[in-house]
Every structure is written in C-alpha cells, then in structure tokens.
C-alpha cells in the first residue's frame, strides 16, 4: 500500500528532474570498488583494472511486459534490475553496476516512485551491484522502464551462445514453467476481480508459481557453483523467451543439432497440477512459457562428473550435427521437431 487515502500524496513536479532523481537515489551505498564515481554527474566512472566488460539493457513497458493491476511496485523494481542481471551471468560474469531510466505519466505520485525504488535497491543489496545512473522524463503511455546492468569477467571465463560442440551436454538450472502458470493464475484473478470486485482469491496454493511470476530471482549462484565445480561451460544463455527458443539460439549460434529429453525437463509439482487445473500441456509450458530466469548451457561430456548429481543442475539433453537439427524426444521416444513458440512482445495483444 502507497498511503491512506487520506493521506496528502507528493506530486513530482514539485521536485523536478534532478530533485526527484537526487530523492530517490539517496540511500544507495556504493559496494563495488570498481565504482569511481557514480550519480551525481554526467556520467558514472568504472575502473576495471582487469577482466572484459559486458553490458546488457531492457526495456520494459507497462501494458507490454507488466501489469499493474497485480504487480506491486517494489516487486516491480526488483524483477525489471534481475531481468538485466540474468543477461549478465548467462555470460558466466559478475554483475557490478546497473543504471535505471524510467519514463512515467502524471497518475504516478512521488510515493509510488519511492515503491519502484525500493525494489531497486532490495535488488542492488541482494545481488551486490551499484546503482550508478539512468535518467526520468514524462510519458503519456503510463510507466517505462529501461534498464542497463554492467558485469566484468575473465576473457578466459566468458561463455557465448555460439560454443557448443556435437555431444556436449545440454543442462538447465532449477525447474521451468511456473512462471508461466503465475501469470495464468494472476490473469484469471483479475477478471473474476473485474467481475466481483468484493472477491478475495486464495492463491496460497500457487504461491511458489505466483513468486516466479511476480519476484524471480537471477541465478548468481550458478556461476558461482560452476567455478566451485571447475566447470566451464561451453555455451550459455538465459531462460526468458521459453525453453524452445533458447535451444534454438544455441543451436543456431553453435551450428549444432539437439536432442531434449522430454521426460528430463525438471518441473516443479505445483507446475504439474496447475497445467492440469487449466488444462494444458506441462511440456508445452515448459518449452513456450519464458520468464524463468533460469540458466541452459552446454559442458563437455568428461564434465558429467563433476555436475550429476548436483540439486541445481539437471542434464535434459545433448547437442548433435546440425543435419540433424533440434528435437524434443518425447516420453514414448518419438522424435518432435522443436519450433520457437517463446513469448514476443510484438505478437502480445
């Protein structure tokens, strides 16, 4: 909640452009000392003494990619810097510093700014990375949001799309899916709230899907575990189009063929009886949900060793000749072709 509906709320024109953006910055500490200098003048200054720099942006539109109507602020602030920090460890490198631009229309007051930023700056404390610039204008259109997150690795560390070899190992962290019914399950709320405004949902039983939906996080703690494991992936990249269009990517970029096992997809059993509640293919969310922010990369057979086994990694399948192509290998062992069906914002109504 933003405030009582009593309560007087601060209009943002009354701080202006380098008062609102000094109002919401001040309770960022810098942490990286790779951060010379950060807000508070033309440009932020990063000194990185060793190690490539690799950069990634995001644009988020309200109506496009969130809903306001179900999606608080704070959880908002928070998933639109994590969307940008998983971008920066499916590189296998450490996210240092983020910039954050917003354009917003008159209907937002000062206070719901301060929601927006606190999910930034829960997300900053969290995954250890400094705010250091952006910018804020007027939109007619409701919220923007653009964000730019900067990491740094070891040349010899970094991990394209474009290095997976025939035979190498297909694995993917945690379990997928349950974004996807999250959303599903918030979109079905809402028009039933549209209909009985006095109506209060139970989503206790979707809270984990609902949680993937509305808070993901990004997974550090992957690149953290491969370095432990002395495993270096041979290609990577983030899970946010579906599972089908990532593959697809690698096998692209890599000129290599796939095979996905379907009955090694890992999925959550909330996911399981969800996609029966709305009647629809566990598998198909699997591979066309996006959203998961989980990582899919490639290792080396001879690497079997150090990964199986582990609770964050599962094998689902393994690259092949490009001749082949791609293919999902179902449960009774027929072959399917696999088709990018990955969520696009320019086909979203």
């Known amino acids: 909640m933003l405030a009582d509906k009593n309560e007087q709320l601060t209009s943002i024109e009354e701080l202006g452009e380098f008062g609102l953006i000094k109002h919401l910055t001040k309770g960022f500490e810098l942490k990286q000392k790779s951060t010379l200098k950060g807000i508070g003048d033309d440009a932020a200054v990063l000194d990185f003494k060793s190690g490539k720099i690799v950069v ?165 703690d992957i690149v953290e575990l491969l370095k432990k494991l002395e495993v270096q992936p041979t290609a990577m990249i983030d899970i946010s189009d579906g599972l089908s269009s990532e593959i697809l990517h690698l096998c692209e970029q890599s000129n290599v063929g796939c095979n996905l096992y379907e009955e090694k997809i890992p999925l959550d059993p909330t996911v399981i009886s969800a996609s029966e509640e709305f009647k629809m293919d566990s598998t198909m969310i699997a591979l066309s949900g996006g959203e998961d922010y989980e990582l899919l990369f490639t290792v080396a057979q001879n690497d079997f060793d150090k990964i199986k086994g582990n609770p964050n990694l599962t094998v689902i399948g393994h690259m092949t000749q490009q001749s082949e192509g791609a293919h999902l290998v179902a449960r009774n062992n027929t072959k399917i072709p696999i088709t990018a069906q990955g969520w696009n914002s320019f086909n979203a109504s």
């Open 56 to 220: 990634s942006t995001d644009l988020l539109v309200e109506g496009v990619h969130f809903d306001l109507s179900y999606m608080p602020l704070k959880h908002l602030g928070y998933k639109a810097v994590i969307v940008n920090l998983s971008d920066i460890y499916a590189m296998n490198a450490v996210a240092t510093q983020i910039t954050v631009s917003l354009a917003v229309s008159n209907r937002f007051p000062l206070e719901a700014l301060e929601e927006f930023y606190a999910g930034v700056a829960a997300a900053c404390k969290v995954y250890g990375v400094d705010l250091v610039g952006g910018d804020s204008t007027s939109s007619t259109k409701g919220m923007l949001i653009s964000i730019t997150a900067i990491g740094v690795a070891n040349e010899e560390k970094l991990v394209y799309r474009s290095g997976a070899k025939e035979n190498d190992l297909l694995v993917v962290t945690g379990d997928i899916g349950g974004s996807y019914l999250g959303l599903q399950i918030l979109e079905r709320e809402k028009e039933v709230f549209k209909v009985n405004p006095q109506n209060q949902p139970d989503l206790e039983p979707y809270s984990y899907l609902i949680e993937r939906q509305l808070k993901p996080e990004a997974r550090k």
